[in-house]
């Protein structure tokens, strides 16, 4: 395992983020925010309420702030996945700039695509990565603090220090696992939950 900024785009496989749908998601809270903003910034501007009215103004624009950067971070860091005979490479986050990671397919212990229920029929689908635990020190000391945090926090959940959704992705998590058992090796798990 190997920490990497960009996950290149000319290999087998390549998982790419549907910038449309993210920007449809986010833009209406962009919205939402700046508008506040707008109405806070008069009402600082118009009454004797100043202080009052310009601390929900910077509280807005921190929330478009915010949602630009998140909007950023998912369309401008390039693909989400990305897969060849011999290596996988995974978006592990990163917010100001992008954090990723390569894997070798020997790494790889098992694939799993899996559908997580929620509260109120909420469904989400995760396509998830299991690794050895045979990974050395300095592949291990490779991974910052942050990135190291990512993936606790998903392995607590999913049981997969590795995971990628099927929210707003040009190519289905179908067809990705498809191509995955294709490229990956026979001694690679593949399963469905």
């Known amino acids: 395992m190997e920490q990497a900024t960009r996950i290149p785009e000319d290999v087998t496989l390549v998982v790419q983020p549907d910038q449309r749908s993210v ?45 630009l950067l998140t909007l950023r971070s998912e369309i401008s860091f390039g693909p989400a996945f990305a897969a060849d005979r011999h290596h996988v490479w995974l978006r592990a986050g990163g917010y100001l700039r992008p954090a990723s990671v390569r894997l070798d397919w020997a790494e790889v212990t098992a694939v799993t695509l899996h559908t997580w229920h929620g509260r109120r029929n909420a469904t989400a689908r995760y396509l998830l990565f299991n690794v050895t635990d045979k990974l050395g020190p300095e592949l291990k000391g490779a991974l910052n603090g942050s990135l190291d945090r990512h993936m606790r926090r998903l392995a607590k959940t999913f049981g997969a220090p ?16 498809r191509e995955l058992r294709e490229l990956g090796p026979s001694k690679v798990k593949f399963t469905r939950t």
């Open 23 to 67: 920007v449809r998601s986010a833009l209406p809270m962009i919205i939402v925010f700046g508008v506040s903003a707008l109405i806070a910034l008069y009402g600082a501007s118009v009454t004797t309420w100043f202080g009052v009215w310009s601390i929900v103004a910077v509280l807005c624009l921190a929330g478009v702030a915010m949602d």
């Open 162 to 177: 590795l995971a990628v959704s099927d929210k707003h992705k040009t190519t289905t998590l179908d067809e990705a696992y």
